[in-house]
């Protein structure tokens, strides 16, 4: 079944096929036949962002909460180079994207034309992989490629730049039978025989806990179905890397909440004392590992990776495992039930006894106020009130979104979008868009910093455009707060250019858009306040004024092991100086 | 709490580094070269020799030589990281599989009279170089050997009035029966 169509059209046209409903993008001179195309129909929606950051920050959005791959579409020149920093966020953080881009007519190619870049020479290093459309008979192909490529395997963003003059070209359309590509085969069946050893070295953990990361999350909700089923037979304790949160219930009790940086006292003290680690599709980040000479000294270790190069990268690992995970779990499980494995009760309820005494530490407690609304107070109370609800969160980079980490229960998978690789501040309120737009009847949150909020602001348009009713909460110190806080630890509290300076009256801001804006600053009227916001049908930007000083803990210090992490009663408990903590070297890692 | 003496990400283990020869099946396609060298410059490994070309013109396939020196975790760590990218179909360690093959070819240019004239030629006989191109006060020779082999030649050739050299880097392949794979037999 052919058919003849531009280039253009079929790009519309192998969208359609590829189930997409909904494109972000932003028009310009190198794209205008395909704009014109979309102009021609009505299957695939396509959503005008006002930055081209914008776009592949929503698209990122839009996948992780729908488990769907993202589509962008931006023009050449200014716009693919905008949309750099959203594919090496997608990249980082492993996410299903197509980026298309317009570039000028091939014979224009390499004349510094106007609007010219090498695109697919900038985004190599931040792609999965990218391709330079030359030929009309090569398009079809290509676009369905790319959308195999781009979810197969590790996911990741995936560029199709197309010349103008490709995109007038008349050619002959056929859906390919199969869109693989025709040599790239990722491992997804792991292989039985370390299978069978890692279900062996489980079965005789003495203090074994899982390591589980976004992995779980990009193998589909049935693979966070699997690990709670493992974790539920083995009886063995569970942490989850930033990325993977909403993989196992957080509410759960062999839960111990996030690990690294700023991790639990018990998830890290698990990690550091256990005899087996069980790492699924978690990648040995350094946020997590911290000290890599003196992490988790004392484990026998399996690492499940789709990603083979992910395997012994930082952290050398007994029981390699290359395969997706939920092929490997639904394996592990069976194995599990088959040989009929017994975890070694009397050992794990010894270990069982040490992490409830870790536990007991109440790592996140903190000190409350009734006249500031402490930040940690703001997400509880945030939390508590949308708990009962289907609720997305997005966060931009900062204490702010470590708090959401530690103070948000995520009971579901895909329900929590934040930049961990990348870091990338103004990730939030366009992943939030995403987000709205993949589950219009939901309630998305977008936990915000006053400072990252002003990286993306602009997208604030595109919600009222779209009549997408995000929130905005942001935890407004008046500091890039975690700026300040390694600030306080590494420079002598020397507050370099953190402080900031003439924000914008956030409220009158959500008005001007045409939004609603919300202010609180006292911690007894918070809850009314937020109900206000939740029950508001349309855009909304809360201004939660919140403590000024308050510091993100617990925390494990640039080069420093996860059992000398500080707690937020450090200082009053030992009276060291915090500038002293961090030692020469480790002033010299991020 | 513990004395700490070193951090991430200094390397603590003092691991020997080798030289490894890999041989790369790749799709030949625009930007296919670009990819590999990005990765060995933007992950911080070393190329000390690249070869590449054409090998299967039908089905576009190319091999690419590259020697290359690491400890042994990061040489798995490059081999894995090629995997990765799309284009490549296979990534074989030739200094694991055992003691490969290996030569590249150099072209020299020597000038001179006399005494050094004479030494060249003899050298380049001794050498076993062919002479391509000879002139009254010039010669253009041709050495295929090892890498050692062609770096002696050259360390020679300089006393004797090297002007110019020109180098393939390595083409190498295993010892024996088995073949590599992609071209059928
Ligand atoms: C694009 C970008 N630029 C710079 C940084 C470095 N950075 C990390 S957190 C942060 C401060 C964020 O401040 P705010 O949004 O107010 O959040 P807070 O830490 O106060 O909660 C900065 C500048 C970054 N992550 N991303
Ligand atoms: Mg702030």
Redesign the pocket.
């Known amino acids: 079944m052919s058919e003849t169509m531009t280039g253009a059209e079929m790009v519309i046209r192998a969208l359609h096929d590829q189930g997409v409903e909904h494109i972000f993008g932003y028009p310009g001179g190198a794209v205008l036949p395909i704009y014109d195309a979309i102009f021609h129909q009505d299957k695939v929606q396509h959503i005008l962002v006002r930055h081209e950051q914008g776009a592949v920050h929503a698209a990122e959005g839009y996948a992780r909460s729908s488990g769907k791959p993202g589509v962008v579409l931006v023009t050449s020149g200014p716009g693919a180079t905008n949309a750099i920093t959203g594919l090496a966020d997608a990249m980082m953080d492993s996410i299903p994207l197509v980026c298309i881009t317009g570039q000028v007519p091939t014979h224009l190619i390499g004349s510094d034309a106007f609007q010219e870049c090498d695109t697919v020479g900038i985004t190599r290093h931040c792609t999965k992989h990218n391709y330079l459309v030359k030929s009309i008979e090569d398009l079809p192909r290509v676009l369905h490629e790319a959308f195999y490529v781009a979810q197969n395997g590790r996911p990741g963003p995936v560029v199709v730049d197309l010349p103008k003059d490709i995109q007038f070209k008349t050619g002959t359309y056929v859906r390919p039978l199969s869109n693989q590509h025709k040599t790239y085969r990722p491992t997804v069946k792991g292989d039985m025989d370390h299978i069978r050893a890692a279900i062996e070295l489980m079965a005789n953990a003495k203090r074994p806990v899982f390591y589980t990361g976004g992995g779980v999350i990009n193998s589909g909700v049935h693979a966070s179905t699997l690990l709670r089923e493992l974790v539920h037979l083995t009886g063995f304790p569970i942490t989850s890397t930033l990325m993977g949160l909403g993989a196992y219930p957080a509410s759960d009790k062999q839960f111990l909440g996030m690990l690294g940086m700023h991790g639990t006292y018990e998830a890290n003290l698990a990690m550091h004392e256990c005899d087996v680690m069980i790492n699924i599709g978690a990648r040995f980040d350094d946020r997590i590992t911290g000290r890599l000479d003196a992490f988790s000294p004392f484990s026998k270790r399996i690492h499940v990776d789709i990603d083979p190069s992910s395997i012994n990268k930082t952290v050398k690992v007994d029981i390699p495992i290359v395969g997706d995970c939920a092929h490997v779990l639904e394996d592990m499980v069976r194995l599990w039930r088959q040989s009929a494995q017994q975890s070694d009760k009397v050992a794990l309820q010894d270990w069982w006894g040490k992490i409830e005494g870790w536990r007991s530490r109440n790592c996140l407690g903190y000190r409350n106020s009734a006249e500031t609304i402490k930040p940690q107070y703001a997400l509880q109370r945030l939390y508590e009130l949308t708990k009962d609800r289907e609720t997305y969160i997005s966060t931009?980079?900062?204490?702010?979104q470590m708090w959401a980490a530690q103070y948000f229960k995520f009971e579901e998978p895909n329900r929590w979008m934040t930049s961990g690789g990348h870091?990338?501040?103004?990730y939030g309120l366009p992943a939030a868009v995403g987000a709205q737009l993949a589950h219009p009847n939901a309630l998305v949150i977008d936990i915000?910093?006053?400072?990252?909020?002003q990286?993306m602001l602009q997208e604030m348009s595109t919600a009222l455009q779209y009549n997408l009713p995000i929130k905005v909460f942001i935890?407004n110190?008046e500091?890039?707060?975690?700026?300040r806080q390694w600030q306080e630890l590494l420079h002598g509290g020397r507050y370099s250019q953190s402080y900031?300076e003439s924000l914008p009256d956030f409220v009158k801001l959500a008005e001007a858009y045409g939004g609603v804006g919300i202010r609180c600053d006292k911690p007894g009227e918070l809850d009314a306040k937020i109900l206000e916001m939740i029950n508001v049908n349309r855009p909304v930007i809360f201004d939660c004024l919140v403590d000024k000083q308050e510091n993100c803990f617990p925390m494990i210090p640039s080069g420093k092991a996860h059992n000398e992490m500080l707690l937020n009663d450090y200082l009053g408990e030992t009276g060291a100086d915090i500038s002293s903590v961090i030692d020469e070297k480790g002033k010299m890692l991020v | 709490m513990l004395q700490m003496k070193t951090h991430y990400p200094d390397a603590t283990r003092v691991e020997p580094s080798h030289r490894h020869t890999l041989a790369i099946i790749v799709d030949n396609e625009p930007g296919v070269l670009a990819r590999i060298a990005g990765l060995f410059s933007g992950r911080g490994y070393n190329i000390e020799s690249l070869t590449v070309t054409e090998t299967e013109h039908e089905a576009h396939i190319s091999r690419i030589t590259i020697v290359t020196t690491g400890t042994d975790s990061i040489i798995q760590q490059i081999k894995s990281q090629l995997e990765r990218l799309v284009p490549v179909h296979r990534v074989v360690d030739l200094t694991l599989t055992g003691e490969a093959v290996e030569r590249e070819l150099c072209l020299v240019k020597v000038v001179g009279k006399g005494d050094h004239r004479v030494e060249a030629m003899r050298l380049a006989s001794a050498f076993g170089a062919r002479t391509l191109d000879a002139t009254l006060t010039s010669f253009v020779y041709e050495l295929t050997g090892t890498t050692d082999e062609v770096e002696r030649f050259i360390k020679l050739m300089t006393a004797v009035g090297l002007v110019e050299v020109s180098r393939t880097g390595v083409a190498a392949m295993a010892r024996g029966a088995e073949g590599m794979g992609g071209l059928s037999p």
Do not use: D, K, P, R
Not at chain 1, 396 to 400: S, T
Not at chain 1, 448 to 453: F, L, R, T, V
Not at chain 1, 479 to 483: I, N, S
């Open positions: 931009e980079v900062g204490q702010h870091g990338t501040m103004g915000a910093g006053e400072a990252s909020i990286m935890l110190n500091y890039m707060g975690m700026v900031s």
